[in-house]
């Protein structure tokens, strides 16, 4: 077949954006991976053009999926759904439904991108046992495709050109012919179980970026922070090294990262949406080194982790030495940071600026002094009822007796002013725990806070040997006592999590109501009476080898409950324009 060079020029009157949905966007996700590296049309054109070798594959730097069509809309019409704007998963439907014949719609999309005599070439990843049918429905928006000697199809799409490639049941897409050479031979086995877990996937296998390119982007980044240093009027020694410091740690991870991962999920079966990301530092080096000092230990506050919480954070984890390392760097250079920023300011006086540096440096030896200690161990509850609040927490510190001597002190020097707290200390004893209490009139201008405390706010604090309570308001002193109760018997570790959080959102906001009825909430409590949860918002990190995995859980009743405050404002709005 001859070839028409004026089909690849880039001028193209009426070039759907619709139209182009399946092969444009897969080009565009590409180009955005790599620069569009210059090669000229007769070298793209040249049966045989370039260096690769038939079948040679090249492992990628960069995955990237989107789950099979299928998948996209059975999610994204939950997703749609859920938040009350159905009409936005119908349209994708009818979308898919209109560009993606001759498409696989039970198969993952994907563009991975490997390096090429240095430089990243992108290559997407259709799934379609007939490339041909697909460029045929294409064809009234790009023109017709045409024909290499060896099958390569060719089109144009705005200023670029694109070769198509038919292998088995894929077809392969890439902005340089001879880039066709390394596509995986099997797609699927890269990019199948990535776009099957998540709706957006994107893996980043960093220690295949040549050393070179890496020292580059550090480079780059160490570049950016001289200028924008050099931007700050009030930047001083201090900031300075703060941010040299910064980035030889941001050095550390992007020399000494194995893998990263991101998912993006609409999980339609669970009712959820999940976004996780899994970390992963090369074995043997520090970093890694820093990860498996992160274990989970026996916990004396895990009774928080309780299903009627309207809330509750626990984390119980050991630190290993490399983690306390860095983190003793850190800590100086904020120190130092904060010292400069106190000399700075003109509302405290030189006396007054050497108390607020002291007491700071006071509280963060005692977290860091806690931490030598090889572990840290935190436990935080909020229960709601009708018009009643509870809130308490517990953590390991190294000595107790120091965090109650900084709190005195913090009352001797506030003492006498007109709106400072009344400090009460040594007022009971607990099982070995002190218990002090700091209170504070609540005006009367405060109605709401009046609701919730009554005419004083009353917090609890406790300090035994080893460890530091406090407890928000009279009623929340049993649940403080009860981890109390718990310090001296430390539960087991379970699995491999180092932290969880979790916040049930029907509790919080049944509470809020019975403070004061609202519209807005009173339609969120209506949603979530029908949801599958009570408004769930979850986040985990766990252990693993030389890493961590991270998720974030949002779920049904979180989303049915943004839907209903996003439709009752909708409304409210119409109202006001009667």
């Known amino acids: ?28 996700l590409a180009g955005m991976a790599a620069p569009l590296q210059s090669v000229t049309a007769q070298e793209k054109l040249t049966p045989g053009g370039g260096s690769a070798v038939a079948g040679q594959t090249t492992d990628p730097v960069v995955v990237v999926t989107l789950g099979s069509i299928d998948q996209l809309t059975r999610d994204l019409n939950y997703f749609s759904g859920a938040i009350g704007q159905p009409q936005l998963g119908g349209m994708f439907a009818m979308m898919a439904g209109t560009f993606t014949q001759g498409i696989d719609t039970n198969q993952p ?110 480079g780059q980044i160490r570049q950016g922070f001289d200028q924008a240093m050099k931007q700050q009027p009030n930047a001083d020694d201090a900031s300075l090294e703060y941010a040299a410091q910064s980035i030889e740690q941001l050095e550390q991870v992007i020399d000494q990262t194995e893998e990263l991962m991101i998912g993006i999920d609409i999980d339609s079966t669970n009712r959820r949406i999940l976004l996780e990301s899994e970390f992963t530092a090369v074995a043997g080096t520090k970093l890694a080194r820093i990860y498996e000092g992160q274990k989970p230990i026996p916990s004396a506050y895990s009774s928080v982790i309780r299903e009627d919480a309207a809330g509750y954070v626990h984390f119980a984890g050991s630190i290993g030495p490399e983690a306390l390392e860095q983190a003793q760097t ?35 030896e005692l977290i860091m002094d806690s931490a030598k200690e090889g572990k840290s161990d935190f436990g935080a509850l909020l229960l709601t009822d009708a018009n009643k609040l509870q809130f308490a927490l517990g953590s390991f510190v190294s000595d107790g007796g120091e965090a ?43 109605d709401e806070v009046q609701k919730i405390f009554g005419d004083q706010v009353r917090v609890h604090i ?9 407890a928000l308001g009279d009623a929340s002193v049993p649940l403080m006592k009860q981890m109390i109760d718990s310090e001296g018997s430390p539960v087991a570790p379970s699995g491999s999590t180092l932290m969880q959080m979790q916040v049930n959102l029907m509790p919080i906001l049944q509470f809020a109501q019975s403070i004061e009825n609202n519209d807005a909430i009173a339609a969120m409590i209506d949603a979530l009476s029908r949801a599958d949860d009570a408004g769930e918002l979850r986040i985990v990190s766990e252990a693993i080898e030389n890493g961590q995995v991270s998720r974030i859980i949002v779920g049904d009743g979180m989303l049915q409950a943004i839907g209903a405050a996003a439709r009752q404002a909708q409304q409210a709005k119409m109202n006001q324009g009667f």
């Open 1 to 28: 077949m001859r070839l028409s060079y004026a089909r690849f020029q880039p001028a193209r009157q009426g070039v759907s954006r619709l139209a182009t949905f399946g092969l444009a966007a897969l080009v565009a």
């Open 109 to 218: 999309i994907g563009v991975v991108v490997p390096l090429i005599d240095g430089a990243p070439e992108p290559i997407a990843m259709l799934p379609t046992a007939n490339v041909k049918t697909v460029l045929k429905r294409m064809e009234a928006q790009v023109g017709p495709a045409d024909e290499l000697d060896d099958g390569t199809m060719v089109i144009a799409i705005g200023a670029n050109t694109v070769f198509i490639r038919q292998v088995g049941n894929w077809a392969v897409l890439a902005r340089n012919r001879s880039v066709l050479d390394r596509a995986p031979a099997d797609p699927s086995a890269i990019i199948g179980e990535m776009g099957a877990d998540f709706d957006i996937g994107v893996r980043l296998a960093v220690q295949q970026v040549p050393p070179g390119m890496r020292a580059a982007l550090i």
């Open 330 to 364: 850190s800590i100086d250079g904020a120190l130092q940071m904060v010292k400069s920023a106190l000399s700075q300011t003109d509302k405290l006086s030189e006396e007054e600026r050497a108390e607020a540096t002291d007491m700071i440096r006071r509280v963060v």
């Open 404 to 446: 109650a001597s900084i709190v005195k002190d913090i009352a001797a020097k506030v003492q006498g002013h007109g709106d400072a707290p009344n400090f009460e200390f040594d007022v009971d004893n607990y099982k070995g725990v002190n218990m002090h209490l700091i209170s504070a009139d609540v005006p009367a201008s405060e």
């Open 462 to 470: 406790g300090t035994g040997p080893k460890s530091l309570y406090v």
